[in-house]
C-alpha cells in the first residue's frame, strides 16, 4: 500500500514529478528495498489521513518541498489547522504547520506554539541541511532548509554521497590552500577565471554565428 508522499500524490491527484523513491507498506515483514521504492513493514502503517500520511513521511523520507507545495495549495487550510491542534506539541505538526505557512504565505488561524522544545524542520539524518537554523518562535521550531521559498534544493543522504561526506574533502582543501604561498593562488585563480570566460565567450560567439547562419538561409 502506497505510503507518505506516494499515497498524498494518489490521494489527492497532485500533478508533478515523482520524487525519486517513493514508500509503501508490504505485507509481509521482511520486504526488500530498492533505490525506487523504500518497502516498510505492516507495524509502520501510517493512520489513512492527512496527518498520518504527512507524519510518515517527515519521519521516513523527508521534507519534499514540490509535493507539499502541491498538496498545501490542493487541501482546505483547517486541514492543517486542525492536524496542529490535535497534536500542539508534536514534532511533527509544527513541521507542516511551519512549512506551510512559509510555502504558502498564508497565517493559520492559530496561537503561537509557546514553551516547547525547538524541532529543526529537515532531519539532518536523511537530508543535508544547514547545521544551525532560524529559529521560528511561533512554530517552535529551527528553519535549517537549505534556501528560501523560491530555491532551496534538497539532496537525499544516500551512502554514496555519505562516503564522500566522509572525506572531508572542503578541510582537505583548505589545509592544501593553507600551505601554498597567497600569489600562487591568486595566479591560479586569475587563471582559472581567464579561462573560464573564454570558454562562456567562445560558446556564446558559437551560437551567435550558427544564429546568423540560420536567418542567412531563409
Not at 534544493?153 to 582537505?172: C, G, N, Q, W, Y
Request: glycine residues 6%; contains cysteine; hydrophobic residues 40%.
Amino acid at each position: 500500500m502506497p505510503a507518505g508522499y506516494a499515497a498524498l500524490i494518489e490521494r489527492y491527484d497532485l500533478i508533478l514529478p515523482l520524487p525519486s523513491r517513493l514508500s509503501a507498506i508490504a505485507e509481509r515483514h521482511h520486504p526488500g528495498s530498492t533505490d525506487a521504492w523504500l518497502m516498510q513493514t505492516p507495524r509502520h502503517q501510517p493512520e489513512v489521513s492527512l496527518a498520518g500520511h504527512l507524519t510518515y513521511a517527515f519521519r521516513y523520507e523527508g521534507i519534499d518541498l514540490a509535493v507539499l507545495w502541491q498538496l498545501f495549495h490542493r487541501i482546505d487550510t483547517d486541514d492543517i489547522a486542525a492536524m496542529v491542534r490535535a497534536k500542539p506539541t508534536g514534532s511533527f505538526a509544527r513541521r507542516a504547520w511551519f512549512l506551510f505557512e512559509w510555502l504558502t504565505g498564508q497565517r493559520l488561524d492559530l496561537p503561537d506554539a509557546g514553551k516547547i522544545r525547538l524541532v529543526p524542520v529537515v532531519d539532518r539524518e536523511l537530508q543535508f541541511a544547514i547545521a544551525e537554523g532560524d529559529p521560528s518562535p511561533r512554530h517552535k521550531v529551527a528553519n535549517n532548509l537549505p534556501g528560501t521559498q523560491g530555491f532551496c534544493p534538497l539532496v537525499r543522504r544516500t551512502p554514496t554521497l555519505i562516503a564522500f561526506e566522509k572525506k572531508a574533502l572542503a578541510s582537505r582543501a583548505r589545509d592544501v590552500i593553507g600551505r601554498t604561498r597567497p600569489d600562487l593562488i591568486a595566479r591560479a585563480a586569475a587563471f582559472m577565471l581567464f579561462n573560464d570566460s573564454k570558454s562562456s565567450f567562445e560558446i556564446d560567439t558559437g551560437r551567435s554565428w550558427k544564429a546568423i547562419r540560420r536567418r542567412s538561409s531563409r
